[in-house]
């Protein structure tokens, strides 16, 4: 099986998209990701998978806390700078627990490092939720690719 095929199968999956975020050295770092998942309910545990090249790594191995930035259908633009897809964009963070959050977010968890674990080409950090925030909202989604159902040619 190629990768694409793999891709493409995974894409049937939809999902709500988050950014993680995290300080290190006074170095505020974000990434989008939607591998995100709630775990356990006692302790409350929620789990995150990054490639094992995204800069993201160091970040959280050395704060050993991030926060999960759950996104609304008006953030898609904070998705596309957090994947990469902008560049340059100046991004005010606020704070929350002490850990850098993405205003306006349906929700913001402050974890800490609970655990983690090499899988493959990712690393998953179980994390283990010390306080949240939750705003009403819709909800940004990814499915197939693509954001909230948006064509494209
Ligand atoms: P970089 O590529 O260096 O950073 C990401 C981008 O964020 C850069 O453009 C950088 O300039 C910007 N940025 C970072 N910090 C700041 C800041 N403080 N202020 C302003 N801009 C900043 N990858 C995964 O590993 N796991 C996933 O679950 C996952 N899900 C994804 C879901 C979607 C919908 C998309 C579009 C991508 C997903 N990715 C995922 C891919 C991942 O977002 C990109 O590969 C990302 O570029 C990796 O980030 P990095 O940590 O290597 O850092
Ligand atoms: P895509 O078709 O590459 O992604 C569809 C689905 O495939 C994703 O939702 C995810 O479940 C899976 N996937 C994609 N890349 C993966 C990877 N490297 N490891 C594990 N699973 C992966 O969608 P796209 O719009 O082309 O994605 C934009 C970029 O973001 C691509 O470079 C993609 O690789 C990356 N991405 C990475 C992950 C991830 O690492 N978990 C998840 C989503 C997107």
Known sequence: MDDRMFRTAMGKFATGVTVIASEANGDVHGMT???FMSVSLDPKLILISVGKNAKMNQTIQEAQKFTVNILSDSQQEMSMI??????????AFDTFEGMPVIENSLVSLACNVYDSHEAGDHMLYIGEVINLSVQDGEPLTFFEGKYNNQVTS
């Open 82 to 91: 957090f994947a990469g897809q902008l560049k340059d964009r100046e991004v």
């Open 33 to 35: 990701a939607n591998a």
